[in-house]
């Protein structure tokens, strides 16, 4: 089912928690709606459901105009940070609940639930309650409980923040296979952007009540919209270099380092800047590449498959990875080149992405 | 080492001293325990087989089931059982109907709620004997309250306190009223423990009210309903001060309505057989005793 979602706006009191947020979900597709706590994520789900009412705007289901319909008529299922399985019904029991509500006889139910519950790979567990299951399977089973309706739109609120670090990811996938095996149209809330990364079609990034960019993943990475989006995407943070561009040439804020940096030409002179540089951007270059500056090393992090170093220019630090072998001592000074993709020039005061 | 730190490593060093040392934080409650709760119940069960007993000398005629026989022979007893059972039966099940549907409508946000909690908590904060004062004006067969709006609905006057047929009705309605507050609140309190999500969830696959009500808040109020079953069955057990002010200081209209507790006081302070006293409290605290195991059974039976 394709939602249509135009001009949605919710007030609570005199605050704002969504304002003026338009976004098409395909058919189909997984999307992930990514975000800092309190960007009002969770509320735009709850206006899908229909569980709170919305400020202004409106919502299409397939053309078809739901928003003041209430949550029972929208043919929604609905996942639960906390699950909300209920303690008193065995796993088949909650599972078949929602087929209970729409009156559907004993057999079938119990059929169809046991059909869910193998999708979810929690069939041999349909006698036992909720506590006696993990966190992993309360999950499974919330999910199967959210599906066996044949939803239209399946929702998921935060659904993997009360798992563990192994579990989380195990479950991650799980619901990538889920929805791909059943082509339902999925929204997923999430702030992990790890998670939204690794799982969506597309993400739908937001930020204090408003939408700040929806693409897919890795072009929400590499073409960030503006300043928002690239820091709020990538581990470690992205770097910041700030200062001003004239002539060609980038010179750091305080004025002790500048150079030459022919691609921010685009961006308007005298205006503060930041230049971000993803740490796997940032490297230094074979000796017959052209350096773009040099930069002392502060520290050197070996983890493994990679070296993560803290450099130093004019007071500002930053990261980088380092290639190979290279294990500099702190102190030395190393060129560093950015590559092509994963350089940025913001407007410092408005975010506006120049480069 | 200085000194002081020597006579704490000397009382470190003593098992005994240490293992005694809570005891003597505990001493005060629990002498108070023992003088005001441990020795009143043991002089009872004690009592309650010394035949012919008499407090002021501390003489007995012999030791035996006399005071038992005797009780348990008593019609007056017979019908205090009686009538006690009839009360607990009523009582119990109807308080915890009414005060889960008034809890459940004072869960509600809604604005003035305050004002409601606070009328359905006055009884619980109104002195029995003055609410009773109260209950017996309103019972009145001409002038009372209750008759009047009957009568609205073409019911006829109704003598509830003179009547003995009805005057463990009219108790059974005041007993209802003063329990209810306290079950309110623990119904409140367990309400307030279910987590709203749970009620999101069935709203959005098209729960109506009455089903959420039925398959979702009881069962898992069930715990506190089992808490108050317990606690309102001891109590109501112990029937007593809500009868006097509704019949005057008698136990019904016409001797009727002795309750086990009334009968133990009567026995006591009026009749001054303090042996058969004691017999018939024992009796009560078997029975009690017993309805609150088979209680905790069938809980457990049916709970999560």
Known sequence: MKVDMQGLTKHFGTTV????????????????????????KSTVLNLLAGILPVTAGRIYFDGEDVTGLPPEHRGIGLVFQNYALYPHMTVMGNISFPLEIQKV????????????????????????KPKELSGGQQQRV???????????????????SNLDARLRLEMREEIRRIQQETRVTTV???????EAMSISDKIVLMNAGRLQQEAEPQTLYNEPRNQFVADFLGTPPINHLPGRMSGGVFTLAGGQASFPFPRGAGAPEGRDLILAVRSESAHVPDPDEPALFEARVESVYAMGKEVLGYFDIGGHSFRAYLEGDLLPRPGTALPIAFKNRGAFLFDKETGERYL | MSRKAEKKYAYRDRPVLRALEPLAYLAPFLAAVAVFTLYPVINVVMMSFKEGYRMLTGAYDQVGFGNYAYVLGDRYFISALRNTSLYVAVVVPLSTVLSILIANLLNRKVKGMALFQTAYFMPMVTSVTAAGLAWKFMFSRDFGVIN???SWFGVGKINWLQAPEWSLWALIIYGVWSILPFTIILMLSGLQNIDETYYTAARVDGAKSGRIFFRITVPMLAPTIGLVLTINTISTSKVFNEIFPLFNGRPGPSYNLYTVVYYIYDQFYIKWKLGRAAAAAMILFLIIFVVTMLQQVIQRRWSL
Not at chain 1, 188 to 194: A, K, P
């Open chain 1, 188 to 194: 997923f809330v999430t702030h992990d952007q790890e």
């Open chain 2, 148 to 150: 009047q709006i009957l």
């Open chain 1, 105 to 128: 006889p004993r057999n079938e139910r119990e059929e169809r639930a046991r059909a869910m519950a193998a999708l979810v790979h929690v069939d041999r567990l349909l006698h036992r």
């Open chain 1, 142 to 160: 919330a999910i199967a409980r959210a599906l066996v309706k044949n939803p239209n739109l399946l929702l998921l609120d935060e659904p993997l």
């Open chain 1, 17 to 40: 928690a969504v304002d003026d947020f338009t976004v098409t979900l395909e058919d189909g597709e997984l999307t992930s709606i990514l975000g800092p706590s309190g960007c009002g």
